[in-house]
C-alpha cells in the first residue's frame, strides 16, 4: 500500500529564496506531523495537524517557516528568505489522527535540503 | 535522510549475535514509546511500540524493555543480521499532545 510520500526528495536553492516541501499522508491519516533532522541536532518537531484543528505550530523554529494543510490531506511546508542553518532534511509523517493515546507515527523519505 | 551524524554511538556487533540498545527518556509523564530504525537516505521505520502500562513486548526478532522508575528503554534484536545495520531512535509521546521528542540515536553497524 502507499505510503507518506514527500517531494522534492531534494532541493538545492540560494540563500534569501522561499522554498516549498509537499507531503502527501498516508489515505485516510488524520494526523499530520512536520519533523526536521539536522546534523547534529537529531529530529525535531516542527508543526502537527490534526483534522480541522488549529495545528500546533510550537516546534517552528521562527516565523520564516509556516505550514498549511489543505482539504486535510495534503501538506506544503514553506520556508521562507532560507538560510543556510535551514539546511536539513524534512520528514512528514502521518497517523490515522483522534485518539487520545500515543498512536505509531508513519514517516516519508524526507525532502533534503541544501541552502547554498 | 542523515541522522545525527558524526558524534553518534555506535554499536558494532557480529552477525548472529545479539544487540542491544538503549535509551534514556526524560518526561515521565510520557505513556507511549517507539522505537524507528533508519536507514541511509530514508525516512524512520517503524519497528515495535510500547505503552507505559507495559514493562515488555516482544516482536519478530525484537523486544522493547520498558524501565519506568529509571525512566529508561530499551531495544534487544535476536540475531543480528547485516540488513539490521542503520541508526535505531527512540521516540517517546507524552499524554497531551502528539508530538514525538526523539533520542539522539544509535548507529548499529553488522559485521559478516
Known amino acids: 500500500g502507499a505510503g507518506v510520500s514527500q517531494s522534492p526528495s531534494n532541493k538545492v536553492t540560494e540563500k534569501g529564496k522561499d522554498v516549498e516541501l509537499r507531503c502527501d499522508p498516508i489515505s485516510g491519516h488524520t494526523a499530520l506531523y512536520w519533523y526536521r533532522q539536522s546534523l547534529g541536532q537529531g529530529l525535531e518537531f516542527l508543526i502537527y495537524f490534526q483534522g480541522n484543528s488549529a495545528p500546533d505550530k510550537s516546534g517552528l523554529p521562527s516565523d520564516r517557516f509556516s505550514a498549511e494543510r489543505t482539504g486535510g490531506s495534503v501538506s506544503t511546508l514553506t520556508i521562507q528568505r532560507t538560510q543556510q542553518e535551514d539546511s536539513a532534511v524534512y520528514l512528514c509523517a502521518s497517523s490515522l489522527g483522534g485518539s487520545l493515546q500515543g498512536e505509531t507515527q508513519y514517516f516519508g523519505p524526507g525532502t533534503r535540503l541544501l541552502v547554498l | 535522510g542523515e541522522s545525527v551524524g558524526l558524534h553518534l554511538p555506535t554499536l558494532s556487533v557480529q552477525e548472529g549475535d545479539n544487540s542491544i540498545i538503549n535509551c534514556a527518556y526524560s518526561n515521565s509523564a510520557s505513556d507511549y514509546f517507539i522505537w524507528y530504525k533508519q536507514e541511509s537516505g530514508k525516512g524512520p521505520q517503524f519497528i515495535i511500540d510500547?505503552?507505559?502500562?507495559?514493562d515488555k513486548r516482544q516482536g519478530q526478532r525484537v523486544t522493547v524493555l520498558l524501565n519506568k522508575t529509571v525512566k529508561h528503554l530499551s531495544l534487544q534484536i535476536a540475531a543480528t543480521q547485516p540488513g539490521d545495520s542503520a541508526v535505531y531512535f527512540c521516540?517517546?509521546?507524552?499524554?497531551?499532545?502528539?508530538?514525538?521528542?526523539f533520542g539522539g540515536g544509535t548507529r548499529v553497524l553488522v559485521k559478516p
Open positions: 521516540a517517546e509521546q507524552g499524554a497531551a499532545g502528539n508530538k514525538l521528542t
Open positions: 510500547i505503552r507505559s502500562n507495559m
